[in-house]
């Protein structure tokens, strides 16, 4: 499967570059009986149905021209936005989210807690400062980057 991502990943890049995008992610899943290419794209300012569309009409046809045929098996692509909640996977992922809502689960309980929500506030390589709203108080939590199981971008309510 990750052979699959490196190709796609060579042939949407090109791609991506001409319309001043970027590849956030690649998933080549197979679910049930069908196989999926999800290809994740975004741009500054958040990318819209059309840049999708069109991105999707392009890859598609670069990959259909390829001999031998990068993917073999029937499947389905889909192109689109990682979405307002997406994952931080990333090192990239989590400097662009500074000063960004985040929720976090983590492995083990910090102060009693596995997940918490707040504002990135700093980010070194080893742990991340979050501001947090605990029981009506805002602190700084100061989780290690190893403790995190999961983090995405949250919408605040």
């Known amino acids: ?7 796609v990943k060579e042939v949407v890049t090109p791609i991506l570059d001409s319309h ?3 590849l956030y992610d690649i998933e080549f899943v197979k679910e049930s009986k069908n196989w999926y290419l999800r290809v994740y794209v975004d741009k500054d300012g958040g990318i819209n149905i059309e840049d999708c569309a069109l991105v999707s009409d392009e890859l598609s046809e670069k990959l259909d021209s390829m001999d031998p045929d990068p993917i073999p098996q029937a499947y389905f692509l889909e192109v689109s936005s990682p979405g307002a909640e997406r994952p931080l996977k990333k090192p990239e992922d989590y400097e662009k989210a500074v000063n960004e809502y985040i929720h976090v689960s983590l ?10 929500e707040g504002t990135l506030k700093e980010l070194s390589e080893d742990e991340l400062v979050l501001t947090v709203n ?15 199981a999961k983090a995405r971008l949250a919408i605040k309510f």
């Open 1 to 7: 499967m990750s052979e699959v991502t490196e190709v």
């Open 20 to 22: 001043d995008f970027y």
């Open 107 to 116: 492995y083990a309980p910090i102060n009693g807690e596995k997940v918490y």
């Open 134 to 148: 605990l029981k009506g108080r805002i602190k700084d939590l100061t989780i290690p980057r190893k403790s995190i």
